[in-house]
């Protein structure tokens, strides 16, 4: 059972669509990173949230962290197709970081 | 500056065969993990290590062992290969509790 739950799994949009992807969980993290993976290639950083309540833009990019810690979304206003990928949540505490199974986001031009 | 490094990019074996994947950071890093990234699971945490001569275990540490002898390697073995251990691996690393982790471009293993 994954402690980070991420939906939806799979996202196929067509450019200029918005997006929503969510990250939730019962568990409650001092911090929660953003990544997004592309085939071939190791995870990158996105953002960290670390305030109950805290939204951070980058960009065309809106990501919230829910006022108890446990959850997160990200926002993609006006997608493109360069930001097809995997989309991941990681949920900080301890030296541990844990991870949602992803959501893999296609936008067709 | 490398970043993360791992090796071998591609490996396959046979059951019941050991091996050691290798990890190798240049940003005098504390903090170094694996992880092994299956599809539709997501990056599961094997083992981590907060120093050199420090290492803990992850959500799914059997049949992994780890050491960090030096702070810029950490090396993951695998002492005998099971297909259920088919999967690619990441090794990472941070600065320290809850910073950016940095990841290498990944090994795949498949084990026949």
């Known amino acids: 059972t994954q402690l980070l739950e991420q939906s939806p799994q799979f996202l196929s949009i067509q450019e200029g669509e918005n997006l929503t992807v969510y990250c939730n969980s019962s568990?409650?993290?001092?911090?929660l990173q953003w990544y997004r993976q592309e085939p071939g290639e190791g995870p990158v950083l996105l953002v960290t949230?670390?305030?109950?309540?805290e939204v951070k833009k980058l960009k065309r990019l809106t990501f919230q962290f829910g006022d108890a810690r446990k959850d997160s979304s990200l926002h993609i206003t006006a997608a493109q197709p360069g930001d097809t990928g995997l989309y991941l949540c990681a949920g900080a505490n301890d030296y541990k970081l844990s991870f949602g199974a992803g959501t893999t986001v296609t936008v067709r031009a | 500056n490398a970043g993360v490094t791992q090796t071998p990019k591609f490996q396959v074996l046979k059951t019941g065969q050991s091996m050691t994947l290798q990890c190798a950071q240049d940003?005098?890093?504390?903090?170094m993990s694996w992880y092994r990234q299956d599809p539709g699971m997501g990056l599961r945490l094997i083992h981590y290590s907060v120093g050199a001569g420090i290492t803990d275990q992850g959500e799914v540490p059997n049949g992994y062992n780890v050491s960090r002898s030096t702070t810029e390697d950490f090396p993951l073995r695998l002492l005998s290969a099971a297909p259920s251990q088919t999967s690619v691996y990441f090794c990472?690393?941070?600065?320290?509790?809850?910073?950016?982790?940095?990841f290498g471009e990944g090994s795949r293993l498949t084990v026949l």
């Open positions: 568990s409650v993290f001092s911090s």
């Open positions: 949230v670390v305030t109950g309540g």
């Open positions: 940003m005098n890093h504390e903090y």
């Open positions: 990472a690393s941070s600065y320290g509790d809850g910073g950016e982790l940095f």
